[in-house]
């Protein structure tokens, strides 16, 4: 299928690895121009210059600063000033009890999982609005269909960014700039691995165990690939996708047991 986004501009962020890194290959397949942002400038050149071989067509920037400041944002708006797709993403605030979480713990994670968000969304929106044409997707969480006690402070940031954007996603849509969250469950990212390697520290148990128990689980008898994640994004993002704004899919293999 083509998606009929050849030659646009995409801002991806924090796109080095994971599940960012695949939006924007995805998006580059199909001959998107892309603005890379990592903090980490070694891995943040290697995704770059393997998009730039798999797709010579396509240009590639590359932006290394943290997302989640000013100055990071405004280097990235610099190099890529009028996207007509942002993917909007950052790493989640680390796990714990909410006993021990001090207001700094709390602003840290609204900063980077709420704020930022919003404050890339102002900065392009109403440019794609006067183009008529606009895809904005912002990767939060399963956790925000079916919250982990343990992430709590990620769960409050991505709940809020979740309601800010339904209220603004059916005002843009007229204009043909659609926003919508992509939900992801369990993929097979270095997040998911440390996260299994830090339960079979603390449990005893050996690794493999727990990734296959994990795994069994699931639905799907497995973890999702970031391929597979990637896809769907483009998809949201494509020419024909215009009529789906302001919903947050879950890509967790069925793992959420309910009907809505």
Not at 127 to 150: E, H, L, Q
Not at 163 to 178: C, L, P, Q
Request: glycine share 12%; net charge positive; aromatic share 4%.
């Amino acid at each position: 299928m083509d998606l009929g986004i050849k030659g646009r501009h995409a801002l991806v962020c924090a796109s080095s690895k994971g599940l960012g890194r695949a939006c924007a290959m995805a998006l580059a397949a199909e001959g998107v121009h892309v603005t890379l942002t990592a903090r980490g400038a070694e891995a943040l050149t290697k995704t770059a210059n393997e998009i730039r071989k798999a797709y010579p067509g396509v240009e590639v920037k590359e932006v290394a600063g943290d997302i989640t400041t000013p100055a990071g944002r405004d280097d990235a708006l610099k190099a890529c000033p009028n996207p007509d797709i942002l993917i909007n993403n950052a790493g989640g605030p680390p796990p714990g009890d909410f006993r021990n979480w001090t207001r700094d713990d709390w602003i840290k994670a609204v900063d980077a999982n709420m704020l930022t968000p919003i404050e890339l969304i102002k900065a392009t929106v109403d440019g794609m609005m006067s183009r008529k044409f606009g895809r904005i997707i912002n990767i939060t969480s399963a956790a925000v269909k079916s919250p982990i006690d343990i992430l709590g402070l990620s769960n409050g940031a991505r709940s809020g960014l979740t309601g800010f954007v339904a209220g603004i996603a059916r005002k843009t849509v007229k204009d043909n700039v659609t926003i919508n969250g992509l939900l992801p469950g369990p993929f097979d990212t270095d997040r998911l691995r440390n996260t299994n390697a830090a339960a079979a520290k603390s449990s005893g148990q050996p690794l493999e165990e727990i990734t296959q128990a994990r795994m069994k689980a699931n639905p799907a008898g497995r973890f999702g690939t970031p391929e597979e994640f990637g896809y769907a994004c483009a998809f949201l993002c494509g020419d024909k996708a215009g009529f789906i704004t302001g919903q947050n899919i879950l890509l967790d293999g069925g793992a959420f047991p309910g009907t809505l």
